[in-house]
């Protein structure tokens, strides 16, 4: 969706922390005009681990670049970053980033994600910037397990001018989703989007909860919900792989939105998730504004990541 799109530039001054990461360790090992040669790609390998890329994605990376090297279609080291860039562009086709939309309205969206990942703003960000280009957003507020979940939805629903549907707090939280569709029908919404608590992907009571109003939704909207976003904060790093398998498997996670990627110097772990995992990246936060959101867009990523 064209209005989530952020240029080339964008991406290059929030991605900063990683880019520096990436380009020191590189820098270290690739020397200009060096031939290669094993030792020189087992250093690299050490390297692009250390970076987040990945124990596997890295093995498969290297594999490659090794391959490469013997067909002679590469033979020095300045030939080592566009050969990365071009095979860690090729992981994300363009149609695994679209947003699902319903047939007909409304779209509903299920935001789930641990305590602390960003969630709640993820959520008003991608309100925002949904009501900014003129559609009708609904939010549910079924983080009931605390009553400031609800309250900061609230906040975040008037700051930006999105509808919310609520209940007090320790309220069943499937309840609340079965009347947030009821209002989301009734009021013409073009979207819906339910807030979950925050939980750990080892509880699973709470993980049974979040399968529940998933069923819910189902039951009360044909076709919904039609996205499933799991928000991970990318500074965790390799412990995002863990939590995404784990939500997958409770709710069929159908996209990622990554949070926090300004803040961190591990960004590297977009690759990762991708190529371990296929859960295409579709969102990633890139600012504390309601409008620093943007659509992943792999060739900014990589560019900005490299440059």
Not at 202 to 213: D, F, G, S, V
Not at 245 to 254: P, Q, R, S, W
Not at 274 to 295: M, R
Request: one cysteine or more; proline letters at 3%.
């Amino acid at each position: 969706m064209g209005i989530f799109t952020k240029t080339a530039e964008f991406f290059k001054d929030r991605l900063g922390k990683t880019r520096d990461k990436i380009s020191s360790s590189l820098s270290a090992v690739l020397t200009l005009g060096r031939n290669i040669d094993e030792a020189l790609l087992d250093k690299l390998e050490e390297t692009l681990i250390s970076d987040d890329i990945g124990v596997e994605t890295t093995d498969k990376l290297i594999s490659d670049l090794r391959q490469a090297y013997r067909d002679r279609q590469i033979a020095a080291t300045d030939d080592i970053i566009p050969f990365l860039k071009d095979h860690i562009k090729s992981y994300w086709p363009h149609r695994d980033r679209q947003l699902h939309l319903a047939q007909s309205p409304p779209t509903v969206i299920l935001v789930a994600g641990v305590n602390g990942s960003g969630k709640t703003t993820s959520i008003a960000k991608l309100a925002f910037v949904l009501g900014r280009d003129g559609k009708n957003v609904v939010i549910a507020a079924c983080d009931t397990f605390r009553a400031a979940a609800v309250e900061q939805l609230s906040i975040w629903a008037d700051r930006i001018g999105a509808q919310i549907v609520k209940q007090k707090s320790g309220s069943d939280p499937a309840a609340v989703a079965f009347d947030a569709c009821e209002a989301a029908v009734s009021r013409n919404a073009d979207f819906l989007i339910l807030d979950t608590a925050g939980r750990l992907h080892t509880q699973k009571n709470l993980m049974n909860q979040l399968t529940k109003i998933r069923d819910v939704v189902a039951r009360k909207v044909p076709g919904a919900p039609n996205e499933v976003l799991l928000v991970l904060d990318a500074t965790t790093g390799q412990n995002a792989i863990a939590q995404a398998k784990m939500f997958t498997e409770a709710i069929d996670v159908t996209g990622i939105f990554l949070a926090k990627l300004d803040g961190t110097a591990r960004g590297g772990i977009v690759i990762a998730i991708k190529d371990q995992l296929d859960i295409p990246v579709k969102f990633v936060g890139l600012g504390e504004k309601p409008q620093d959101i943007a659509e992943f867009d792999p060739e900014n990523f990589v560019e900005a990541l490299f440059t």
